[in-house]
């Protein structure tokens, strides 16, 4: 079992930065590919990206390339996401995941564990 808690959201202006946190406990974190996914009011779940268990890869979907990164601190059992150049079509719920397999993966589905979500709000 996996308990991950979000944390770092908020209201921000359009071409703002936040950094989300989520911090793991539970079974070992450096065992589990962590992923972030985003959903907005009416849409579904989306793929944000994810970071392999070493954090030495990680996967971004287009519209998060280039202005997101995702890293992990093992030893802290926290992932983290960089948001820059934030636009208001990034406002949503973002929940980390964790999906206990060496393999990445962009579908939600495929994923464990789940966080209860943080609210990103950009504001033109």
């Known amino acids: 079992q996996v308990q991950l808690v979000e944390s770092g959201g908020g209201l921000v202006q359009a071409g703002g930065s936040l950094r989300l946190s989520c911090a793991a406990s539970g079974r070992t974190f450096s065992s589990y590919v962590m992923g972030w996914f985003r959903q907005a009011p009416g849409k579904g779940r989306e793929f944000v990206g994810s970071?392999?268990?070493?954090?030495?890869?990680?996967y971004y979907a287009d519209s998060a390339k280039g202005r997101f990164t995702i890293s992990r601190d093992n030893a802290k059992n926290t992932v983290y996401l960089q948001m820059n150049s934030l636009k208001p079509e990034d406002t949503a719920v973002y929940y980390c995941?964790?999906?206990?397999?060496?393999?990445?993966?962009?579908?939600?589905?495929?994923?464990?564990?789940w966080g209860q979500g943080t609210q990103v709000t950009v504001s033109s």
């Open positions: 995941a964790a999906r206990y397999r060496h393999e990445y993966s962009s579908i939600w589905q495929q994923y464990d564990y």
């Open positions: 970071i392999s268990w070493s954090g030495g890869s990680t």
